[in-house]
């Protein structure tokens, strides 16, 4: 049963996912509704969600570059809490920048504002590890470091934090937020990044036994499995407003590979799997990125502690994919 259209009775304690349908959404609504009950997460984006989202809780098809539609549905679910994820991701961005910008900046303000209007008590907005440039050191990259970011992405998601920072030391606004490196998860398909070959990956592995990357061999990123990013997502919400000493974006490190390291794990699963290397536009992308990401702030502040490393991640990927296969 759909239950997109049903307006709950309920005290001003509700949450909304804005981007609800993509890689992150699909999964956070999912946990959030497990946590709070699924009436109390309301599911949005321009677009349908998959099954699960669709048939387990509220949903509302809802543009963020809307503002007066944005407050309609705030007021009409009495929200108070807003993870805020729709935007372009850095591959989908370098080839429509004017529209990045806008999507990725008036989609934060939409809802910093929100919150400045006193309409919603809390706000989460991820950014990524696209802030960091070529310039930044790319070993251990620590939170605080020079940040000269080469796409559009990056350049949007360094101002977001800036906004992030200013809206809480201005207006006390309680906007938190997490610096995700590429995501790996086998429920849907990521949605345009430099990142996506770390999941198209077990696909093709799965299909054709080959693989033809986009990035080169040796092309080290930071990446992190999705169970721990929501994990991560949902104790930085918990944790008490005054532990939380960086307004900005938080680092935080799960692991590292390259391509041909992933491919050697796969490898161990299926060893007839072969990977060949084409790299396109998304390599320059990839070279201006860190390699690894120092978290301490993370751990120290709020306890931060990644679970998965590449064999077990890789492990969990095969055993849930060939499940739903
Ligand atoms: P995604 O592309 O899979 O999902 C984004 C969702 O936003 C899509 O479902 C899309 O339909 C929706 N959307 C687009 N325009 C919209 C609009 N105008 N109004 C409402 N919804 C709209 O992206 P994702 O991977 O789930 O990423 C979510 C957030 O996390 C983004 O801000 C992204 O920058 C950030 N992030 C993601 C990663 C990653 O590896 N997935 C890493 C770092 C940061
Ligand atoms: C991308 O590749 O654009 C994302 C990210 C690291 O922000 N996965």
Redesign the pocket.
């Known amino acids: 049963m759909q239950l997109n259209s049903k307006v709950y009775q309920m005290g001003k304690d509700a949450i909304l996912v804005?981007?609800?349908?993509?890689?992150?959404?699909?999964e956070l609504v999912m946990a959030l509704r497990e946590k709070h009950g699924a009436k109390k997460v309301i599911a949005?984006?321009?677009?349908e969600?998959g099954v699960e989202v669709m048939k387990s809780g509220p949903f509302e098809i809802?543009?963020?570059?809307?503002k007066q539609q944005l407050e309609k549905t705030v007021e009409k679910y009495r929200i108070s809490e807003v993870f805020?994820?729709?935007?372009?991701?850095s591959a989908?961005a370098e080839e429509n920048p004017m529209f990045a910008w806008e999507?990725?900046m008036n989609?934060l303000f939409h809802t910093l504002e929100l919150a400045r209007e006193k309409k919603i008590d809390k706000l989460f907005?991820?950014?990524?590890?696209?802030i960091f440039g070529a310039t930044t050191p790319k070993e251990n990259t620590p939170q605080t470091a020079v940040m000269e970011p080469q796409t559009v992405?990056g350049i949007s998601?360094q101002a977001g934090e800036r906004w992030c920072a200013w809206y809480h030391q201005k207006y006390g606004i309680d906007v938190r937020s997490l610096?995700?490196?590429?995501?790996i998860s086998y429920k849907?398909?990521?949605?345009?990044?430099t990142?996506?070959y770390a999941v198209d990956i077990f696909h093709s592995a799965l299909k054709d036994k080959a693989y033809a990357c986009f990035l080169n061999a040796d092309t080290t990123l930071p990446m992190m499995y999705m169970s721990d990013?929501v994990r991560a997502t949902l104790e930085l919400m918990e944790t008490p407003a005054e532990q939380i000493k960086i307004r900005s974006s938080y680092n935080i490190s799960g692991m590292s590979f390259n391509p041909s390291q992933i491919a050697r794990e796969i490898q161990n699963h299926y060893p007839k799997f072969s990977i060949q290397y084409h790299p396109d536009f998304r390599q320059e992308i990839a070279a201006g990125w860190p390699q690894s990401i120092n978290d301490t702030q993370a751990r120290q502040d709020w306890g931060w502690k990644a679970q998965y490393d590449l064999p077990a991640m890789v492990a969990d990927m095969f055993k849930n994919l060939s499940a739903n296969k």
């Open positions: 804005v981007g609800a349908a993509g890689q992150i959404g699909s949005s984006d321009i677009r969600a809802l543009d963020i570059l809307n805020q994820l729709a935007a372009l991701l989908t999507l990725n989609g907005w991820p950014s990524s590890i696209a992405y998601k610096r995700y490196p590429g995501l849907s398909l990521p949605g345009g990044g990142t996506d990013a």
